[in-house]
């Protein structure tokens, strides 16, 4: 990921729905969606989104975080890759606040399922492309 470089980051929206009551049994669900605004030509900002919700009963429990990111960007990479390591470098971020925030309010802790970005479709690498390496300007 050194393709780019985390600056600063923060948590833009939280929303947190804990209406459980007793014993409950939950079937957790995960949406996480990630785009990148190009600012300068090496500047952007990834803005990543997780939500995690009961699959049969999502107003008894959900968690919506929008994580925006700031990143330096070396000089010709190519928009996909960007796009995953930007991904790559906030979703830890997210994933950590979503635990943090649950475990605080008294249930266990909620873990985000990890996504393998690069296994999706849209960001599969099929193409014989080159990944930029640190020294390349």
């Given at each position: ?33 990630h785009n990148v605004r190009y600012m300068q030509p090496d500047l952007c900002e990834g803005t990543m989104t997780v939500e995690v919700f009961d699959k049969e009963q999502p107003d008894v429990l959900s968690v919506k ?73």
């Open positions: 990921m050194a393709n780019v470089q985390m600056k600063a980051y923060k948590v833009r929206e939280l929303v947190f729905h804990n209406k459980i009551q007793g014993k409950v049994q939950l079937k957790l669900s995960n949406k996480v969606s975080i929008t994580v925006v990111g700031l990143f330096q960007i070396k000089k010709q990479v190519e928009k996909e890759f960007i796009h995953v390591d930007t991904f790559k470098e906030l979703f830890p971020f997210a994933k950590a606040i979503v635990a943090t925030v649950s475990a605080n309010a008294g249930i266990q802790p909620i873990m985000v399922q990890d996504v393998d970005i690069e296994s999706q479709e849209i960001y599969r690498f099929d193409l014989p492309k080159r990944r930029p390496k640190e020294d390349d300007q």
